[in-house]
């Protein structure tokens, strides 16, 4: 069947391949590797939603899905439905199935949006009285337990007496008749007790001889004394073997009763482990889950970043080349897409490419392509390609591309006029291998053909002709894929809109063949096609520049959004800032007012207690006064307390406009801002914040970085700054500037002093030159230089 074959072409067992290396089970393996294609669009849709719903649960760290307990039990029901009697073993991994199956179905009803899921196990039974009884009678090795029946637990104790008997006779031989015995060891010969007798003494020992060592120097001897009691023990194990088959047929007939159930459930587990592969499988691929559209409703086939999932298998398995992504959007009313390019371009892959997202978006896979994903529902997908050429057959690539291109076209014929349409048709190198023109004109037929009965062709092609046929039908559409002609190579681009270019007489020249046959060729050519190959060059360069104003749209539509953010968090910090400050004041406020409250209440029983005189009023008004001056004071203090911080806004009082505060340096008491595109630092004196409080400012006071100042050497050295002592390394890395200091140091020995301007700007440059002068021997001390010097941004040294 060309259907078939079209698996095959596109390599889908290979990617069924990779799919089944997620499954947690055999019967998961085994349903991946034979995966097959839905023949409805509700089937597809159901099985997208299970694979969805799977993912939800793979991702919910939480829920611990997986597949414990769950073996292949179908060979054991068959054996048990045809009154085969099942062993221990797989009658426990009948009851771990079970109680797997009965843990996936719990997660499932305890979730809230799993509904596909939710129908899916509703209908299964996992018999807990079915794997109770198999767990009470068989152990977890796989044996049957002696609490499995009466009978069988009496049976092993008589066993085990008999057992003991024969062991305490035959060490009491061993002790008495040490010299006969080759070791003392007790051994068994089939189910009969043993021990190892020199061969030269076997007469001093009666019984009957059950085995002989390989040099004949031993014999295996069962004592006389003890065979009736090997006898009683073999009858005892042959009960206790009727015993355990009994129970083993009894349990074994419970399972053949419920052997629908069971196999119902079985199919159920197949189905959840081939999800949660489909799943995984999606999710290593990076994909989206696709939606399915109807073209003929106008929607757009979308598939943009779509990469071929057995390259991204080969990249990240098998250390190949990087996956180069296309962008394939199709217009409703676009029928056949003529790809056209050089050889080696990624045409062939472009059609496999395309093909394995249809077949992937049936059967539930995700594509791996950019969210959202947008296609048709394919009820068949068929392709010819590669070179059909064979021998055996006395076919050549022509016939062969025709004997697969008529299956296809019967294929179309058989269905019926709605279903054709659903069909997606994948042609690669359409009416090669034979005559040029010929082949062209049967590719144009063969194109006009398949758009009045396929829903979309898609074909690769060398011939010219086609390209033109966009310009004759609106049902046709070119695309091509690019090549660099720089490089020599293709990019592996899919360019749409534009036809391939002829690259031969281009690359001839430059691999260095004569120019007096490129020119011939050239005119042999003619104009007309050297026009169109300059017009497609052009388009090509056109659409080069408007991908790359696209990109640098795309960033700065990002830098917007970021900036935007960062706007939003920080008004957001301003607003509780500003609330946390007011809260403040307020506190503060209140704790003035009840301090003042609580002094006045004191001056009062002062007076209330003494002499009330003149002189004792004239006291109290005036401690009235200072408890009113001085909490009001207070309060006007926390009304008015204000600080700056990196991030916000403040006005410049200079100029009357706002700034963003970037730095600030409380010893200075000095701000650096950023305004309109300038960056510049100002006093605290000089600026208020957005609602008009000003910063409290101190004294200000002459900061010593280092060393205390050593009074006797400031007054011998001159601090006079010239261009001979002075070092400018402002926009240097700290890196950058050490060795600019120690050239500089070495040179103002004499002088005694340096002056190094390293700005104020982040403070890193400065921590620098600190950190280096501190450890430098030359260096006696250093300091920050006075205000109207440069103050922060530039360090005085005072050189030993």
């Known amino acids: 069947m060309i259907q ?3 698996l095959n072409l596109l390599e889908w067992p290979r990617l069924c391949q990779h799919l089944s290396s997620f499954a947690a089970t055999k019967l998961g393996v085994l349903a991946a590797k034979k995966l097959s294609i839905p023949e409805t669009r509700q089937e597809s849709e159901q099985l997208l939603a299970q694979t969805l719903e799977i993912c939800r649960l793979e991702q919910n760290l939480e829920i611990q899905w997986s597949f414990d307990g769950i073996t292949d039990i179908g060979d054991f029901l ?11 073993q797989e009658l426990l991994n009948i009851a771990t199935t079970l109680s797997g199956m009965r843990r996936l179905r719990r997660i499932i009803n305890n979730q809230e949006d799993c509904p596909v899921l939710e129908e899916l196990v509703a209908d299964i039974r996992t018999y807990p009285e079915l794997e109770q009884e198999i767990n009470y009678c068989v152990d977890e090795a ?15 104790r008589n066993l085990k007496d008999v057992r003991d008997h024969i062991y305490q006779k035959l060490q009491n031989i061993i002790h008495r008749q040490g010299g006969v015995v080759q070791e003392a060891v007790i051994t068994q010969r089939g189910d009969r007790f043993v021990i190892p007798v020199k061969a030269s003494k076997k007469d001093q020992i009666r019984g009957i001889v059950h085995d002989t060592s390989s040099t004949g120097a031993t014999l295996y001897i069962e004592p006389s004394s003890i065979v009736k009691w090997g006898n009683q023990r073999r009858q005892y194990l042959r009960q206790e073997q009727v015993e355990i088959e009994a ?8 399972v053949a009763i419920v052997y629908d159930e069971l196999e119902y459930l079985l199919e159920i587990a197949t189905v959840l482990d081939l999800t949660t592969a489909k799943s995984l499988y999606s999710l290593w691929l990076e994909g989206n889950a696709p939606e399915f559209i109807e073209p003929t409703q106008g929607e757009l ?11 991204i298998w080969q990249q990240q398995q098998e250390q190949g080349s990087s996956v180069v992504p296309i962008n394939v959007q199709v217009d409703p009313k676009i029928r056949v897409v003529a790809i056209t390019g050089p050889n080696t371009g990624g045409k062939t892959v472009t059609l496999k490419t395309v093909g394995l997202a249809a077949l992937m978006s049936k059967v539930g896979l995700f594509v791996p392509a950019r969210d959202p994903v947008r296609i048709p529902w394919f009820r068949q997908i068929l392709a010819d390609i590669g070179d059909e050429q ?3 057959q006395s076919l050549s690539t022509f016939s062969g591309h025709i004997h697969r291109i008529v299956r296809i076209i019967e294929a179309l014929t058989t269905l019926s006029s709605a279903t054709s349409s659903m069909t997606l048709v994948l042609l690669d190198e359409v009416g090669a291998g034979t005559d040029p023109a010929e082949g062209s004109a049967l590719a144009v037929a063969l194109l006009r053909y398949l758009a009045d009965h396929a829903s979309l062709t898609i074909a690769s092609t060398h011939y010219g002709e086609l390209k033109a046929l966009k310009y004759q039908d609106d049902r046709f559409e070119n695309a091509s894929v690019e090549f660099d002609v720089k490089t020599f190579s293709p990019t592996y681009r899919l360019l749409w809109g534009i036809p391939g270019r002829s690259n031969a007489l281009t690359i001839a020249s430059q691999l260095g063949l004569q120019t007096e046959i490129i020119e011939e060729a050239k005119t042999r050519i003619g104009n007309f096609s050297q026009e169109i190959n300059e017009v497609i060059a052009g388009l090509e360069k056109q659409r080069r520049e408007q991908e790359q104003k696209a990109q640098e749209a795309s960033s700065l539509l990002q830098q917007t959004k970021k900036f935007y953010t960062e706007v939003s968090e920080k008004a957001s910090s301003l607003q509780q800032r500003e609330h946390s ?7 503060e406020v209140q704790k003035a007012i009840a301090q003042a409250k609580k002094e006045i209440a004191q001056v009062i029983r002062q007076l209330q207690k003494g002499k009330q005189t003149g002189q004792q009023a004239q006291k109290a008004t005036d401690a009235l006064k200072e408890i009113g001056e001085r909490q009001l004071s207070q309060v006007e203090r926390c009304k008015s307390i204000y600080k700056p911080k990196v991030g916000e806004k403040i006005r410049l009082l200079k100029f009357g406009q706002t ?20 960056k510049m630092t100002v006093s605290f004196t000089k600026i208020e914040s957005l609602d008009g409080k000003k910063v409290e400012v101190t004294t200000t006071k002459q900061v010593s970085v280092s060393t205390p100042l050593n009074t006797k050497n400031s007054q011998s050295v001159s601090v006079i700054r010239t261009s001979q002592n002075t070092l400018d390394i402002r926009g240097s890395r700290v890196a950058e500037a050490e060795p600019n200091l120690e050239n500089a140091i070495s040179k103002s020995t004499q002088s005694g002093i340096l002056w190094v301007i390293h700005g104020k700007g982040t403070g890193k440059l400065r921590q620098g030159v600190h950190d280096f002068l501190r450890l430098h021997p030359q260096v006696d001390r250093f300091e920050l230089a006075p205000q109207n010097e440069g103050g922060s941004g530039v360090t005085i040294a005072y050189l030993k």
């Open 4 to 6: 078939q074959e079209t």
């Open 301 to 311: 086939i979308t598939l943009r970043q779509l990469r071929h999932p057995l390259l």
């Open 581 to 587: 400050l007011r809260q403040y004041q307020e506190q």
């Open 390 to 392: 064979s021998i055996e």
């Open 142 to 156: 796989g044996e049957v337990a002696d609490r499995a029946s009466v009978k069988l637990g009496e049976i092993r």
């Open 78 to 88: 068959e054996r048990a439905k045809l009154r085969g009697i099942l062993s221990g």
């Open 247 to 254: 129970i083993l047929r009894n349990l074994t007939e419970k």
């Open 659 to 678: 700034a963003d505060v970037l730095e600030i340096d409380e010893e200075q008491e000095e701000v650096t801002v950023r305004f309109g595109l300038m």
